[in-house]
């Protein structure tokens, strides 16, 4: 089970942290993802972090501005969001599948996720 938070309404500059608790299973062979979905338009990747090793991948929207990170000990990974953009405005959502690799990159969006959490509203007012 996922379970999203941390959503709001901020201003374009300010940040946000989201988070997505993770329950039900180990997590050592996955990978955990943000994706994004805005008005009208199909859900984005976003951020991908391998629960093991740590590595991450990043869209080329948020590369630089988020950051992907997961605590092993809470079963919570965060996507820390900063100089927030009105593009950046979308129900944001976790999400994880099976991944083997501690030292390669986490899938990306060419790759499906299996698990869903439900979605938290990010809107970011210019």
């Known amino acids: 089970q996922l379970q999203a938070s941390g959503g709001g309404l901020v201003q374009a500059g300010d940040s946000l942290r989201l988070s997505c608790a993770a329950s039900g299973r180990t997590f050592a062979n996955y990978a955990f993802g943000w994706f994004r979905q805005a008005p009208g338009k199909e859900r984005e990747f976003v951020a991908a972090v391998g629960w093991s090793g740590g590595r991450t991948r990043y869209a080329d929207s948020v590369a630089g501005r988020f950051t992907i990170s997961r605590d092993k000990p809470r079963n919570t990974v965060y996507l820390q969001m900063n100089s927030l953009k009105p593009e950046d405005t979308g129900v944001y959502y976790c999400?994880?599948?099976?991944?083997?690799?501690?030292?390669?990159?986490?899938?990306?969006?060419?790759?499906?996720?299996?698990?869903w959490g439900q979605g938290t509203q990010v809107t970011v007012s210019s």
């Open positions: 999400a994880t599948r099976f991944f083997q690799g501690s030292h390669i990159s986490p899938p990306g969006p060419s790759v499906p996720y299996d698990f």
